[in-house]
């Protein structure tokens, strides 16, 4: 019988019998009030629905206080005991009647062996936890160790089942060897490169993917009744001090703490996490008193974590016998100011004896203290029962199996392949052929932290390939041997940001061979031949140093190749599927138009609407009745182009000097067509008055970020793109003075500070098929809706062919009567639309053929006084060939 039921049973008898002799006694009754006044407990009996707060009464009707503090306690069992040590141990135990005891090492056999005396020892089942945040191996030798959380925090958030798995895993074999509580996940943002603590043990700085992945390990826990605990409230991840040896000050604002580093927490316990660890931090803008952790302090754990947050599970301490303690509370001080701030269980204290004595003394002299002691220990003696400690038989306690471990491998096998993150490709060297050796001297595989990587920089400046693979372990070895020879996909994006490279940065390697997908597609493969031999001859005619082409048909993209270098030098980098170009005035329809397209659909905006309405300074000028139709059909009496950069780089503020100097410019005479950067440049600036946002942080909030485009931004050397990846344009020599290598090529978007609406965007191939596959798709992409279809529709519609305009809404369409001589391939559709730019690039969607078409190169380089490639027709002769390996098929 267990303990549960012989306590329950005799219970039951013991009531009865009171409640007979009561009845018959008035006299006897009396005389059992006056010795109820001097029994053991005080504790007043409390209506429940709960069982296990029922029970928990029940015990505590029979507990001294001294008992009943000793539940609070939770202490550390010593490693490599002698057999004197473990009897002082268990003697230590017993005395002071502790509720809970942590392993930090050893074996899974040994513990066990202890486990089984502690639970046969102890009238009340010990809550027995462990520090196992990537697994048991983390703490026990004979057991397994999964990844640090740093590697699950590079996996896309739809592998996030598996770090589900893995706590499953870890779960069962706590149980297994007799744990109830594992002190994981940590969910503390490490955003602070020099953090001594934290580090890899984190999910990562973003706040979303922390909190996403710290549910899923605790799902997977707590599905097999051990108990997770989130950590380190309020947030460990922001500090350069250990608080194992002194108490860290964290500097953020309320605001900052109350909106990034809670997030986690918050999320965690609206999804039912069962435990929070509280940290020794001080956050002084929440609590100024000196030398005051978050773990002492009442307002950050009872008003902040229990009340506001609405945390009502249990709640531990960190270690109490860290220094971010003890160098300011002695003699069981701390332990009585954790339990006062609301900790449940006060977790490692250095003198257990003379913790229980402070806290004892300070119950006697003030009843409140006790009621605190007194709900302390319901709350732990609930979860005990709730959770199983008081059911188990402990005499079945086992070690992992050989069948677990495998399982293991297999969890950890797939966690590396999809985390192993790729930061370089120069020169398109992967994917490895099967039997090609690493080449150490071109590929760089760091099997360690991102932080790490920041001491060897110069190593990885030098490789033309790097991997990052955060841990060395034998089932991460395996997953970077198939992610270099092609077998797998990498996935990976980095969880933290290190130097240039960013947080959610991640390179891809193209698998197919260059014309494999052509023939899956029906497409002719000798046309794409062709298309080879075109690239590589505008390169020796000096057209352009390289570039890159994408062809996309019916959804998927059947060829993406990259020639040349990034420069006519033979040294510089060659051009790979990451190299990212300035694609100048492909900016107005990859950023201004489908803003402007997203507000129209949101009823923000009207196309008949005048400029003026939302920009007051063409309120008073001859500007004031353009629409926002007319300027994006490019026949608002606009001028094309003038140098308003000259007056405004001396002006204190040059974005508005450019947009007053086109106020105040003169309108052609005549209603007709003529391309107009102008006009764009007042639609970035309105995009800016109506929704709120720059132009720049508009089409990366609703576009680039949930569309996964890593490489798609305004001023990209500001947002984390390495400058070795951007093919540089002009050698300004009469404006900037200097090779202009991830700094906007137009001028007037320069002083501009570099985000406008006619020109500022870089990008790459990849990204830019993915957003006009979404215009292609009528709006949508990967099940998520961007824009109407109507709107789509709407825009891809000249509104003003009667007066001879070929264009569209933003976009440019093909001439009435193709030529040779046109902007775009005779074969082209009426129905295509898309854009060129002034730098070398192109964008083109045939929705007639279900086709997309991208070139960019950087033409301009060194200088932008010769266009050969559009004097040799390089972009138009590629696309007239796209169009014939569609028709010979």
């Known amino acids: 019988m267990t303990f549960i039921s012989k306590h329950c049973m005799i219970r039951k008898v013991v009531v009865f019998l009171m409640i007979a002799l009561l009845a018959a006694s008035p006299a006897m009754a009396q005389k059992h009030k006056k010795a109820k006044k001097v029994s053991k407990s005080k504790v007043e009996l409390r209506k429940s629905n709960n069982e296990g707060e029922r029970w928990a009464d029940s015990v505590m009707a029979k507990m001294t206080l001294e008992e009943m503090v000793g539940q609070l306690m939770m202490i550390r069992v010593p490693i490599n005991m002698s057999a004197k040590g473990e009897n002082e141990f268990f003697k230590k135990v017993k005395e002071n009647k502790v509720g809970g005891v942590c392993f930090f090492a050893g074996t899974a056999t040994k513990q066990i062996e202890l486990t089984q005396r502690l639970q046969k020892e102890s009238k009340i089942p010990l809550m027995v936890a462990i520090d196992a ?20 925090g590079a996996m896309p958030k739809e592998y996030d089942q598996l770090i589900m798995k893995m706590g499953e895993e870890i779960g069962r074999q706590c149980k297994a060897i007799g744990v109830h509580v594992n002190f994981a996940p940590d969910v503390d943002l490490n955003s602070n490169p020099k953090n001594p603590v934290i580090g890899a043990r984190s999910f990562g700085e973003n706040k979303e993917r922390v909190a996403h992945k710290g549910i899923a390990y605790m799902k997977g826990l707590q599905k097999v009744k051990v108990i997770a605990v989130a950590k380190h409230f309020t947030g460990h991840g922001d500090t ?27 999320a965690m316990i609206k999804a039912g996490v069962q435990g929070v660890m509280t940290a020794h931090l001080q956050v002084d803008c929440y609590d100024k008193r000196p030398n005051c952790p978050v773990s002492l302090s009442e307002i950050l754990v009872n008003r902040l974590l229990c009340k506001e947050l609405g945390f009502n599970g249990l709640v531990f301490t960190d ?15 701390g332990e009585l100011e954790a339990m006062k701030a609301g900790n449940d269980v006060l977790l490692l204290p250095p003198d257990v004896e003379k913790s229980v004595a402070a806290i004892c003394a300070a119950a006697r002299k003030n009843n409140e203290i006790k009621k605190l002691v007194e709900e302390h220990c319901r709350k732990i003696l609930a979860a005990k029962y709730n959770n199983g400690v008081c059911k188990r038989d402990y005499s079945k306690l086992r070690t992992p199996t050989e069948a677990e471990r495998q399982r293991c491998d297999s969890i950890t096998y797939e966690m590396a392949l999809h985390a192993v993150t790729l930061l370089k490709n120069e020169g ?79 390179l891809q390697v193209n698998l197919s061979t260059p014309y494999d997908k052509v023939k899956a597609a029906g497409m002719d493969v000798a046309c794409f031949k062709k298309i080879d031999s075109i690239a590589e001859w505008g390169i020796t005619q000096k057209a352009y140093p390289g570039c890159q082409i994408l062809v996309a048909k019916d959804g998927e993209v059947v060829y993406n190749r990259s020639y040349g270098r990034q420069t006519y030098d033979l040294s510089s980098p060659l051009v790979d599927s990451n190299t990212v170009y300035d694609i100048a005035s492909l900016t107005k329809t990859t ?12 009823g923000k905006i009207q196309l008949d609407d005048k400029l003026s309405r939302y920009l007051p300074y063409l309120k008073h000028s001859n500007k004031k009745n353009i629409t926002v139709r007319e300027a994006l ?20 503020d040059p974005y508005m000097s450019v947009l007053n100097q086109i106020a105040k410019s003169k309108l052609n005479k005549d209603k007709k067509y003529e391309y107009s950067d102008l006009g764009f440049i007042l639609m970035g600036d309105m995009v800016k008055q109506v929704s709120g946002q720059p132009l720049d942080q508009y089409v990366a909030q609703n576009f680039y970020t949930p569309m996964g485009l890593h490489s798609t931004t305004f001023c990209p050397l500001d947002h984390g793109v390495n400058i070795a990846r951007i093919a540089p344009t002009e050698d300004d ?19 501009m500070g570099g985000v406008s609406g006619h020109a500022g965007v870089f990008s790459n191939a990849s990204d830019l098929g993915k957003i006009y596959q979404m215009l292609l798709d009528g709006g949508e992409y990967r099940g998520t809706r961007y824009i109407s279809k109507e709107t789509v529709d709407l825009f891809n519609t000249r509104h003003y062919a009667e007066l001879g305009n070929r264009r569209a809404l933003g976009f440019d369409k093909p001439m009435f009567s193709p030529t040779k001589a046109g902007q775009t391939a005779v074969e082209a559709s009426q129905k295509s639309f898309g854009h060129t730019g002034f730098t070398g690039t192109m964008v083109w969607v045939d929705p007639e053929y279900g086709l997309i078409y991208v070139f960019l190169s950087n033409r301009v380089y060194p200088d932008a006084s010769t266009n050969k490639l559009a004097k040799l027709n390089i972009r138009t002769d590629i696309q007239s060939l796209i169009y014939k390996s569609i028709k010979k098929r």
């Open 133 to 152: 945040e990537n697994g048991l191996g983390m703490r026990l030798k004979d057991c397994y160790s999964f990844p640090k959380q740093m590697l699950m």
């Open 240 to 266: 350069e001090t250990d608080s194992h040896l002194d108490l860290p000050l964290i500097k953020h604002t309320k605001a900052y703490v109350d909106s990034i580093d809670l997030y986690p927490f918050k």
């Open 319 to 333: 270690g109490l016998d860290m220094k971010g303690v003890t160098k300011y509370y002695k003699d069981g001080d």
């Open 428 to 506: 398109n060297l992967l994917p490895l052929a099967d039997n090609a050796v690493i080449d150490t001297n071109q590929i760089m595989v760091l099997y360690c932290s991102p932080y790490a990587m920041l001491k060897k920089l110069d190593a990885v400046n030098k490789a033309k390939v790097v991997v990052m693979a955060y841990q060395d372990l034998p089932m991460v070895r395996r997953a970077v041997d198939s992610l270099l020879h092609g077998k797998s996909q990498f996935v990976g994006t980095l969880p933290v940001t290190a130097d240039r490279f960013r947080e959610g940065f991640g």
């Open 591 to 602: 950023a201004t138009t489908l803003a402007v397209m997203r507000l129209v659909d949101q």
């Open 633 to 652: 059909s490019h026949i608002a009496r606009l001028k094309s182009y003038d140098s308003y950069w000259k007056e405004a780089a001396g002006e204190d």
């Open 733 to 751: 020599k009469t404006f900037r003075h200097e090779l202009l290598r991830g700094k906007v090529h137009d001028q007037n978007a320069y002083v």
